[in-house]
């Protein structure tokens, strides 16, 4: 296998993951020790394994003023291809909620499960407990394929239970060969080994950065195909898959104030025929492990590889690990999204419904006992539960009848109805960042309701109260709750202050651009509303908020705090 770069310069992650025999490192034998956290090594090792070290971020000071070292805990993450659990692996995440984490279970906006709060002496019970029921954290993060995601919904007809197929199948063909993961969560054991397994798809480094694929259907991008490294727009014919267009190069990290660095959405690269899916899945993969970059881990995505060498260049490199040329793209693109909450008919005689789960935090508090409510549903009805990638879940396999007592659950439990909710909330979703996420220089899950409340007053004062505008949040640039594809987007600059992005679109199909810099949290509504007033005033039939400004065109505002 060739590597397009000169060892001396490898970025650290690198050598340790070559060091590391197989992603094994000295994780085993520090997670039977008496400290409370991982060494650096081992920290980016336990990423592959599906855990993040982190720390609760509210005690930093206190415990710093008390000469204490940071309160340690660890996230642990699922790996759900296209979010879809059976009612027992949901009771088993709710309960494991309790017994290791903080009492929260939050969905992600790749259809995964995190717990937040876990304490290291609990790590080995709590992954073993999930392998137990069949669901791996393995590959849920780390430089490996991540979570595929697929629209979750049960819609007759709809090919949906199909695709989800060929999600656990990519995640199979994707995991890495290692026995690692096995030994260290599954058995229990402490060993080190003399060399690792061959793993002919990540070789001993495995790719240069995180790698994401997502299906999408043209009628309904619920999932943001173009934000994934490799995107897959499922191309119906008479209620078969007659194949896939393969879209590259999304990913929407970036970082302030480095050029180098941005979103970006993924382009179309070929059609391919279902048989031959897994091959150019594969052979894409490759590329990027080959040519992507191993300095600068900043720049290590694929998106950065196809903007350095074009998409001729790219299609090639497939072509030629594939050993078989590819098709030109077919000319089908994303038209629609649904969020799929409320009651559908499943086609088979049952119905899901869809609940809105704000910010993706299933919890329980004072006036909304939202897990109680959830864990009883699926306790009484034997409903399965489904993940979106907008922070959602369906309950399904419901009866018909059912579907009253189901809703008298939710709304006993104080869980709002679709329908009760502003559309602008309804599509809204924010990142966790303080105080679990490292990297979070912002707010951005405990304040975005408080936003809410403000911006439907505000609309509601306009006269747009029913306008369907995405709204999302993130406590720093990179991008978690895909901002740069929302209507109207706020992005954490630095504590207390955000960027306002505006002109993406609810369909995922173009990046918006940025409004306003280091507004601080309190003035982002106040900032927004000349926006709003002039899309009402100026708006052609129809249109939506993104739709216009991007039209239109922003004219980005002087930074809050320069002279105006
Ligand atoms: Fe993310 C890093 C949370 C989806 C781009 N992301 C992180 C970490 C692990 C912080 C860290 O590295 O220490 C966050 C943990 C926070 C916490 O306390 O839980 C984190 N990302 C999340 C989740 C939970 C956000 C959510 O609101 O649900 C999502 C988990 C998805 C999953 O189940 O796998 C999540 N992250 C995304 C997405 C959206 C997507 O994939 O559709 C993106 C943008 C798309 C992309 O990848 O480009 C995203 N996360 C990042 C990045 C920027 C990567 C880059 O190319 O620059 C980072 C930082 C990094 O990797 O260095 C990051
Ligand atoms: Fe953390 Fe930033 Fe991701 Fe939010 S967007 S979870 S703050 S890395």
Redesign the pocket.
């Known amino acids: 296998m060739s590597t397009i770069v000169d060892d001396v310069a490898l970025s650290e992650v690198e050598r340790l993951k070559e060091e590391s025999l197989g992603l094994r490192g000295g994780l085993a034998a520090e997670l039977d020790n008496d400290s409370s956290h991982l060494s650096e090594a081992s920290k980016q090792i336990l990423k592959f394994h599906g855990s ?1 070290q ?1 720390e609760d971020r509210d005690l930093r000071k206190e415990r710093k003023k008390a000469g204490l070292e940071p309160a340690y805990q660890f ?1 642990v ?1 699922s790996k759900v291809p296209g979010g879809v659990l059976t009612a027992a692996q949901y009771l088993l995440h709710d309960r494991l909620a309790d017994d290791y984490g903080n009492g929260t279970l ?1 969905i ?5 499960f ?1 717990f ?1 709060g876990v304490l290291k002496g609990n790590l080995r019970r709590h992954i073993h407990e999930l392998n137990d029921a069949l669901v791996t954290t393995f590959g ?2 780390g430089d490996v394929v ?2 595929v995601v697929t629209c979750p919904a049960p819609i007759a007809g709809g090919l949906r239970e199909e695709v989800i197929e060929w999600a656990r199948r990519i995640r199979d063909e994707t995991l890495p060969r290692s026995r690692a993961y096995h030994e260290i969560w599954i058995e229990g054991q402490s060993v080190t080994r003399e060399e690792a397994e061959p793993d002919p798809l990540y070789g001993e480094r495995y790719l240069p ?2 790698f ?1 694929i997502g299906f999408a259907f043209p009628d309904d991008n619920c999932t ?1 195909v173009h ?1 994934n490294d490799l995107g897959l727009l499922v191309i119906p014919e008479n209620g078969r898959i007659r194949g896939f267009n393969v879209l590259v190069g999304g ?4 970082t302030h104030n480095k050029a180098d ?1 941005y979103p970006r959405l993924a382009d179309p690269l070929a059609f391919v025929e279902p048989d031959e899916l897994i091959d150019v899945i594969k052979a894409v993969i490759g590329v990027q492990r080959d040519y992507g970059n191993r300095v600068n ?2 720049r290590a ?1 694929l998106k950065y590889v196809l903007d350095e060498r074009g998409l001729p260049w790219f299609r090639e490199q497939v072509e030629s690990y594939l050993g078989r040329p590819l098709q030109d793209p077919l000319p089908v693109e994303v038209s629609g999204i649904e969020d799929h909450l409320g009651w559908h008919e499943q086609g088979d005689g049952r119905w899901f419904r869809g609940v809105w789960v704000e910010n ?1 935090r299933v919890l329980d508090r004072e006036g909304l006992r939202l897990r109680i409510a959830i864990r009883e549903v699926v306790a009484r009805f034997g409903a399965d539960i489904h993940l979106t ?1 907008q ?1 959602n879940l369906l309950l399904v396999n419901i009866a018909p009848e059912d579907r009253s007592a189901v809703d008298d659950i939710l709304r006993t439990h104080g869980v709002i109805a679709p329908e009760e909710l502003t559309p602008a909330r309804r599509w809204s ?4 960042a303080i105080p ?4 979070a220089v912002a707010e951005s899950e405990r304040v975005l309701p408080g936003i809410m409340d403000e911006l439907e007053v505000a609309l509601s004062r306009i006269g747009l109260a029913d306008e369907t505008i995405s709204v999302r949040m993130t406590g720093c640039p ?5 901002p740069y594809t929302a209507d109207l987007a706020f992005v954490g600059r630095s504590l207390n202050k955000y960027v306002i992005y505006v002109g993406g679109n609810l369909e995922g199909t173009r990046l918006g651009t940025e409004y306003a810099s280091l507004v601080p949290l309190d003035q982002l509504v106040t900032t927004v509303r000349p926006l709003l007033e002039r899309f009402r005033d100026e708006r052609r039939e129809g249109e939506r908020f993104g739709d216009f400004w991007n039209r239109v065109g922003v004219e980005p505002l002087e930074p809050a705090g320069a002279s105006r």
Do not use: E, F, I, V
């Open positions: 993040y982190q996230m993450r939050r992600t906006t790749r259809q995964g995190q937040h849920a993060c991540r979570n950065r995180k994401k943001d934000s990913g929407l990290g970036m660095t881990r900043r995505r993706g990638t922070q979703m924010a990142c966790p679990t996420c490292p990297l990179n991008g978690c709750a895909r």
